[in-house]
């Protein structure tokens, strides 16, 4: 062959080349209008019985030079790409993704901000137990120029017979300390029946990891003009938790904070399992501020403290941990709370280690 005929060959070939990706932008074209309809419906991106009759017919018309497994993996290659073209769109239209509000969130807390580059804490009782427990643990956090108090007044329990917390006294008793000593309340809230009246008692509304999925419980925070801090389900994928954002965001409230709390593997060294790794990947995928729970994460004293310092190496804009007087006859989850001496330590060392990583 000689090399006039050689180019003339290459020459069809790269024509040809051309063809293929002018067919393929129009075919993309087609699948994201096939994508549209799809949402509109809320089924399923992936369609394999769909998948399969289009091979089928490929295959029946086909007379060839390659194999027929060739021409299966080409176009499955396709159909996988067009998939993908299909994901991109929806992460677009999210309005907590990062690709359709690419600057940070940065929630407001009665003048404390969350995702603004400044890494904070929020620290209280597993519980609400007591005024006297919440105001001995708040004048703790006072020390350290803490103003984020956690607290639970409603405590959803996995056995039946476990305290289930002190409910709208537990409220009050958050409030009165709170307001005694200029602190701001995070607590969880389990119905949305008691969303209004917890409206107030409360600064932030905390969504648990069992109610991450509660829809209507989502949409009714997304209606109320105050901070939510969503906590991830305890089997819970990364897309599932940004979706549940995506409901609150959906009725309006904007003021999220996404909070990864360990999710339950097979492991049983610790309570949870901390995926430190969905720091980066939720900061990355949307832009809400970020969370790690510590305490919940790991159900253990003695790992509070080297879980946090990962928390804040990987870029979390907010650590939360437990701290009770007396954890020893603590009402719920003794074992994984810090007493006030151990407190202090943990915040002396963490502060220090922040401006290390300065």
């Known amino acids: 062959m000689s090399e006039n005929q050689l180019a003339k060959l290459r020459e069809q070939v790269d024509q040809i080349n051309l063809q293929i990706l002018e067919l393929l932008n129009e075919r993309g074209k087609i699948v994201q209008a096939i994508g549209e309809e799809k949402k509109k419906h809320g089924t399923n991106r992936f369609d394999p019985v769909r ?58 807390i009665n003048g404390e901000t969350v995702g603004d580059g400044v890494q904070r804490f929020v620290m209280g009782p597993c519980a609400v137990e007591s005024y006297e427990q919440v105001r001995e643990v708040a004048l703790a956090l006072k020390e350290h120029g803490l103003t984020l108090m956690r607290g639970g007044a409603y405590k959803p329990r996995t056995s039946p017979y476990d305290f289930q917390g002190l409910g709208v006294e537990g409220l009050k008793i958050l409030r009165q300390v709170a307001d005694e000593l200029e602190l701001s309340v995070i607590t969880e809230i389990v119905t949305p029946q008691d969303v209004e009246l917890a409206l107030d008692y409360v600064d932030v509304i905390q969504v648990g990891a069992r109610n991450m999925q509660n829809f209507e419980l989502l949409k009714t925070v997304g209606t109320v003009k105050k901070p939510v801090l969503l906590k991830r389900g305890l089997s819970a994928t990364i897309s599932e938790f940004i979706n549940a954002a995506e409901y609150i965001m959906a009725g309006g409230n904007d003021q999220i904070i996404l909070c990864e ?22 900061k990355k995928e949307t832009h809400l501020p970020v969370a790690v729970d510590v305490t919940h994460s790991t159900g253990r004293r003695d790992l509070l403290l080297p879980t946090a310092k990962a928390a804040l190496a990987i870029g979390a804009d907010l650590v939360m941990a437990e701290v ?8 719920s989850d003794s074992l994984q709370q810090m007493d006030i001496p151990q407190f202090h330590d943990f915040m002396n060392e963490l502060n220090a280690f922040k401006e290390r990583l300065v």
């Open 51 to 108: 998948e399969r009759e289009s091979l089928d017919l490929l295959l029946k018309n086909y007379d060839g030079p390659y194999t027929e497994a060739t021409i299966k993996h080409l176009f499955k290659q396709i159909f996988k790409a067009s998939l993908e073209l299909q994901k991109i769109d929806y992460e677009k239209t999210l309005l907590v993704s990062r690709k359709a509000h690419p600057e940070n969130t940065v929630v407001n």
């Open 261 to 282: 709390r360990g999710i339950r593997t097979y492991e049983r060294a610790t309570r949870n399992t901390l995926d430190i790794s969905a720091v980066p990947i939720l």
């Open 324 to 331: 009770h007087p007396d954890p020893a006859v603590a009402l």
